[in-house]
């Protein structure tokens, strides 16, 4: 797991597994939000990561996002959903780009 920090409150990853999720808990990561879709191939289910990280104490969303297609719901939906979790907060997808342009397209809305 090759975690890259953008900031004190946002990370992202590629994808993770749940067996992943208690090291991720233990560096201090208080949310978890995935933006890979589940019918991507080599995809894991969400919801066996969300399991295991309401298990582990850590808040997590769904909130799937086309690979080169993210729309303008989708900057709505991370933006509302960044300023409900507790941070710091990991987000993962394939290899952690769309995340990163993601959060990017977020911070351009608020300036």
Not at 20 to 36: D, H, L, M, T, Y
Not at 45 to 60: C, N, Q
Request: charged residues 20%.
């Amino acid at each position: 797991m090759d975690i890259r920090q953008v900031n004190d409150a946002f990370s992202v990853t590629g994808q993770i597994t749940a067996a992943q999720v208690p090291e991720i808990a233990q560096a201090g990561f208080k949310s978890i939000i995935c933006n890979r879709p589940d019918s991507e191939d080599g995809a894991v289910p969400h919801d066996a990561v969300e399991t295991a990280a309401r298990e582990a104490g850590l808040e997590f969303r769904f909130l799937p996002v086309v690979s080169g297609a993210i729309t303008a719901e989708n900057v709505q939906e991370m933006a509302a959903t960044l300023e409900s979790l507790p941070q710091p907060v990991l987000a993962y997808c394939r290899s952690g780009g769309r995340c990163l342009n993601l959060y990017a397209l977020v911070q351009e809305t608020k300036d």
